[in-house]
């Protein structure tokens, strides 16, 4: 059967968000269907509101409504410790661990050779001038234990490795320690869909990266 236009365009963009397929993108369709036009007027300002205000931070790359965002901004955290992630939500997932206190570096993506994505592509040049720039003496590699993470937290490991080498000639006393978390994280497994309990397990088990 036809269906309107309209709905087969509201079907189609939806279909765009993560994760939402033919059966899910027509439930969420009906159910604004079903609202009221007041609702309707809420959910429309608050998407404007969100697009025209939330931006990436400066320095992270962190989605926030401040740039620099809160955390950049927050005084009180270890700015020795970064901890490198391919997204803002995990972000979020890693800051449910209660002991970390590091700041973060939001690489927006992660190596994909067969979808075309270099290090041209993602927020790398940007996280070595941090590291040349900022007293940083560990990089936690929190990227998914898939093949792109993987394959990102190699090169990743091969650049750093050659800037810790940088740094140290021109004076800094400590090279960068770069390490991986541990035990916790199934292979395979996204961050920002782990529990608290293994996120910290993996943490305080974190290991030396192999840089091999």
């Known amino acids: 059967m036809k269906r309107p236009a309209s709905f087969e365009k509201l079907l189609t963009i939806l279909r765009k968000l993560p994760s939402v397929g033919p059966k899910m993108s027509e439930r969420m369709a009906f159910r604004i269907l079903r609202m009221t036009e007041e609702e309707i007027k809420d959910f429309i300002e608050t998407l404007q509101d969100a697009h025209k205000e939330v931006r990436p931070c400066v320095i992270c790359g962190h989605w926030d409504d401040s740039s620099p965002c809160r955390i950049c901004s927050d005084e009180t955290r270890d700015k020795t410790v970064l901890c490198v992630v391919e997204n803002s939500q995990d972000v979020q997932a890693v800051g449910r661990i209660r002991d970390f206190n590091g700041v973060y570096h939001v690489l927006g993506g992660v190596l994909s050779p067969l979808e075309g994505i270099g290090p041209q592509d993602i927020q790398i040049a940007s996280l070595m001038k941090r590291l040349e720039g900022e007293p940083i003496v560990e990089v936690i590699l929190a990227l ?6 993987e394959t990102t937290a190699q090169y990743l490991a091969k650049q750093i490795t050659f800037l810790s080498i ?16 541990a035990q916790g994280l199934p292979a395979g497994g996204e961050l920002e869909y782990m529990d608290e309990l293994t996120l910290t397990r993996a943490f305080e088990g974190r290991r030396e990266f192999d840089r091999n």
């Open 144 to 149: 998914n234990s898939d093949v792109e993470g």
């Open 166 to 181: 940088k740094v140290q000639s021109n004076g800094r006393p400590e090279g960068i320690r770069i390490t991986r978390p």
